[in-house]
């Protein structure tokens, strides 16, 4: 997370992200085992307002948006069947993330929206 202290540091802060020189990484704990441990996902995502939801959808889908992430698997747990993932975004779409890795049946641990088997608990660590 970056902040701006000045109004001329947000001003640069804005550019560096508009040319794409920040990199947005993340750490996510997703849903059983991947086949392969590293990865990129490209996909067209549309946005449906009305329940502010994203789908994958087909290329030229009207109004749909070109998605790109790739995945790098760092630890998985056979006992509770989750893997925890670093995700880096090349594009910053609605919902990117969660949306990408659900299509490929890899949802985020515990996302209702678009998880399928989230709302279990897991009593044990991951860890990393």
Known sequence: MVFAKTSKAAARLSE??????????YLVVCDGKFEESKGTLENYLL??????????????TKNAKYAKLDYEVLKYNE???????????????????????????????????YGTRGRRKANCTLGI
């Not at 946005?47 to 030229?60: A, I, L, P, T």
């Not at 993932?85 to 910053?92: D, M």
């Open 47 to 60: 946005k449906n307002e009305r329940n502010n939801m994203s789908k994958v959808v087909e290329e030229g």
């Open 79 to 113: 006992e509770i069947d989750l893997s925890v993932v670093r995700v880096l975004l090349h594009t910053g779409r609605h919902h990117q993330i969660r949306v990408q890795l659900a299509n490929i049946s890899h949802s985020i641990y515990g996302d209702q929206k």
């Open 16 to 25: 560096e992200v508009r040319e794409r020189n920040i990199k947005k990484e």
